[in-house]
Every structure is written in C-alpha cells, then in structure tokens.
C-alpha cells in the first residue's frame, strides 16, 4: 500500500503541510518503520513561467513561410513546445505510422516530472532557445519576455 504525504522540512524534521497531510501520517502505526521517497512537487506558478518562456519565444521566433502541396504549413504552438523538449534531451523513441523510429517528446505532466527535473528543464529550454531559435536575443532579453507574459496571467 503506498501512502503520499506532502511535507515540509523544518530544520532537522519533517512536518505536514496542511491538516490533510497530519490526518493522513496520523493513520500511520506509531513506531512503525515506512520507506520514503522524496520529491518536490511541482510548482504551478514555474509550470506557467515555462509556457509563458515558450509563447514568448513561438512568438518571437520568426519562421519562414512552408507549403507543402501548394498549401501552406501553419506553425503549431504545441509542436513547437515537443521540438523544445526533444532539442532539451527529454524524448523517447517510438514509431510513426510507417514503423520508422522517430523521436517522441517526453511529458512534463506533474506527475511525470518533479519540480527538480522541470527546473533542469526550463535552464536547458532557454539555451535551446537562445542558440537555435532566437539568436539575437541574450538571457536578459528572455526574463524580460517571459516577466512581460506573466504579468497578463
């Protein structure tokens, strides 16, 4: 049976993060010995700095115009922010529907994804983007963007 609890560090201990949390560790055997696994749970507030650096970044990124057929390829939001997360190393093999190998975006769902591994992601996101899709713009240039969305979220 496995039990999820949230809790803070307070100097040397562990606490509950909210009474919740205490009714949940009160159902435990006192003395009881209980493995742990630590992780820190996401932050929503980073999540939506990540797609705020993302949108900033999409619609920044000037892409030529693609026909395939004589019709034009629309540029999509959300094959943009796969492209990212492949060109950041967080990507699977699986196979298109002609059995060929191809690359597969990971997911950063909340539960996929803790806020160390989405930490590292979001750093590795912004060299992505500053070598290969917005080149003329600096670190600065990516905190002001991204500071500039979030103030509308």
């Not at 909210?18 to 055997?29: A, G, R, S, T």
């Not at 507030?45 to 990540?50: D, L, N, S, V």
């Not at 994804?113 to 500053?130: P, Y």
Request: aromatic share 12%; with cysteine; glycine share 2%.
């Amino acid at each position: 049976m496995a039990i999820e609890i949230i809790m803070r560090k307070l100097y040397d201990k562990f606490i509950p993060v909210d009474m919740h949390q205490l009714e949940v560790m009160e159902e435990l055997k006192m003395n009881g010995e209980y493995k742990a696994v630590l992780t820190q749970p996401r932050n929503l507030g980073f999540h939506k700095k990540f797609f705020a650096l993302l949108n900033a970044c999409y619609k920044n990124y000037e892409q030529p115009e693609v026909f395939h057929r004589e019709i034009r390829v629309f540029k999509s939001l959300e094959r943009f922010r796969e492209e990212i997360i492949i060109a950041c190393g967080y990507w699977d093999l699986g196979l298109d529907k002609k059995n060929r190998v191809i690359q597969v975006a990971k997911s950063i769902s909340f539960a996929k994804m803790d806020q160390i591994q989405f930490e590292q992601l979001f750093s590795k996101a912004i060299d992505v983007i500053l070598a290969d899709y917005l080149p003329n713009y600096d670190r600065e240039d990516m905190d002001a963007l991204v500071a500039e969305i979030l103030r509308f979220c």
